[in-house]
Structures are given as C-alpha cells and as structure tokens.
C-alpha cells in the first residue's frame, strides 16, 4: 500500500505522508496507460480541503457508479454491531448446573475461543491496538421491484453494478483503546468515511452529510470484531446462547446466538423508524476453536403517514479467514463480507433486493499504541443528535427510495480526502443502515 504522496509542484519537495495509505490495485490502470502523473493528481485532489462546490463535482462524474460507491458505504463501511460491549473480561465462577444448557454450552465455547486466541494472559495484556488494511467493495446484484436510487448532487440516479474495474479499491485505519474508544477513517474510490466513539456516543461522518451521532449507548465497529479483537469477541458473545451446529465450507461449527433485549431496541429507534430485531450469531470452529463466521441481521420498518409501512431487512456474512499470531494473540489478517440488502411491503412490484461484497485484508496490525490518548477519539465538534437527519425516503406513487441527503461540514483537517455517502432510513429520521 502507499503511504506518500509525491509533490507534484516541486520535484524537490518533501512528499506528502497520506493520512490512510492507498492499495496498489488502485492504480493499475495508470500503470497499464502509463499514466502515472494522472493518478497522483487525482489522489492530490483528494487531499484538498473540502470546498463547497465538492457535491456538484460528485454529481457531475460518473453519476451511476457514484450512486453505487455511496450504496457501498453507507450499508458496508462502518456497521455497529447490535450491543454495547464492556470492557470487563468475562469470568466464569459459578458452576456450570446454574445456567440453562444452552447458556452452559456458550460459555463453554467462549471460553474455549479465548485459549484458542492465545489465553486470557495475552489478551488482558492489550491495551490498544491500530490496523491498517485494504478493501474491494463491490454491489453484485440488483433486483427491482423499484430498486434503489440515491441522490448525486441532487440529482436521483439509480445505483448500477460497475463491473469493469472489478470492485472499488480503497484502505482503512482503525484505532481501538477499548471497545467503546474507537476511530475508523476509510477511503475507497476517493471518497472518504469517518466514524468512531468516544465511550459516550459514536457517530459518522462524510462532507456530503453532517456528522451526525447513532441512536442509543456507544456500541462498536463491527469490523473489529471480524477476527481483530478477540477480547471484544468473547465479551460480547459471553451472555449468548447455542443453538446448535452447523458445517460451514467443510468446518464443522458450533452457532452462538445473541440478541439485544427490546428496551435497546426502543433507545435506537425513532417516531417513525421502528428498529423490529437486531441479531447476531458467531460460528465458532470446532477444529481450532476460533470464530469462522460472523453473522447478523437487523428489520426495520418505516412507518410513512397515509400509506403502508415500509421493511428493509440487512443481513451480513462475513467469513473470517488467516489467523495469524500477533504477539501471543491470533488476529484475523483476512475475509470476505457478503450483505443483502432487501425491501419489502407496500404492494410486491416494489420489492427489490440488492447484493454486496467486501473483501478485505490486513496489512498491518500493532497493540498498546503509545500517546494514544482520549484526545484521538473526540467526535467533530459539529455533532448533532440524529434527530430529523434523512437519507432513505420511500415514496410509493412515484415508486422512488434511497434519497441519500449530503451536507458540506468537515471535520478539520480530517475532510483532506474526498469523502464519501451515507445511505441511511426515511423521511424523517436516522441514521445509515450500518448504524442501526
């Protein structure tokens, strides 16, 4: 991956260190047209504070793929998981007769998952870690009913599979202290993603819509829990269930499942945005003991006045792959992610369906970060309650959804990089999918 940028109005000049590195697959296709030059103009493009009229820019260029880009991450770049995750690592001193068997037979896997991540002495010896990694995201399939539309620049153009570079190419940073301290900053495409916690409330932000913060107590990345933070994984599935086997690619799996008590549900939900269910289910290898598969699916229904409710139900696979040992402790260095993304209600010609993938790898993993302070996960000081922030509208006489709104904050200096869209929920409230 690249990490400098060259400066391109003085040869002699002091290259430009890039605040998230860039894959190298990005740039392929200058290096077939030789075209080099090109390349880096554009990535210095990217690095230009925001200016006002970035939104017409973003409308104006490939419209079609944009909407795409904006539908990718706003569903895949930084979903939360379903609950808050404590920092506590889980003990287990009461007998296993005082639980109902399939709590029994949980905790039993977790903490098999803990020894098979490298045991409670490494794990309890990370105090905070960086990632840095690389992505190829791409939607696969759309299936109309109505389909899904965003809105470029104020212009409604319909989201399309663009297949001729295979995929958006891009890198992330993550920046964990703990489970509720967290800071993602993700470029794919050029545009870029921020989102993060401070142990109070997480929020997201892009420079076409206004940092804005979830719904309810802070809750984590899920990418972290995608094989890099064992310690979160094992808090987290601590109180769930088992509810069974299952063989997965030829591994054979025991299937935690876990889901949020209604009061959380209510505390993320809105007047007219009703958060249904939220769960999450981890198949955990038993051949090595570590997880194999992280699962969860969440159904929200949108309540428009005068006309039927609306439901979207995401559900998200990712396969966890590469286990590599990073100081004593057994992370996760690849995978792949698949997302369906399906709209249903109303009458059946507005259904629709759509496909995504993630493939992901990382490069780079470091613990106990030193100067990592509280400092590094403060939200942007133009934060605002989710309180009547748009992104999906649904309107069925003109058989139109997915209005992506888009607003001109930044973040300081953390806008450098064009960023990108939301896709979130109604007319009236939320957030984007990933963060419900």
Known sequence: MRTLCPNLDNEDGLETVLEVPIPEESFDDTKINNNNTTSWQTMKSWMKPHSPDKKQQFSDFGGGRNAEIQLLLGVVGAPLVPLPIFSKHPTFKSSIQDHPIESSMAKYIVQQYIAA??????????????????????????????????????????????????????GFVLWQKKPDLWSLELVVSGYKITAGSDGKVAWRQTPWHQSHASRGPPRPL??????????????????????GEKTINGDDCFVLKLEPELQSLKLRSSNNVEIMKHTIWG??????????QLKDSHLIRINTPGSDSVFWETTMESLIQDYRTIDGVNIAHGGKTTVSLFRFGEDTESHSQTKMEEVWTIEEVDFNIKGLSMDCFLPPSDLKKEDDQPIVQTKSSDKFIGSARFASKSRGNSSRFGAPKIVAIDSNSFNSFGDL
């Open 117 to 170: 991540a490298g045991g409670e002495k490494a794990l309890s010896l990370i105090d905070s870690m960086c990632a840095v990694g690389k992505v190829k995201m791409v939607a696969t399939e759309f299936n109309d009913g109505d389909g899904i539309t965003v809105s470029c620049g104020g212009k409604a153009v319909k989201a399309k599979s663009v297949k001729n570079n295979g995929g958006e190419m891009g």
């Open 222 to 243: 899920r990418r972290s829990l995608q094989g890099l933070d064992p310690k979160s994984t094992a808090n987290l599935f601590t109180n769930s269930i088992c509810i």
């Open 283 to 292: 198949y955990f290898s038993q051949r090595t003991g570590l997880l194999y």
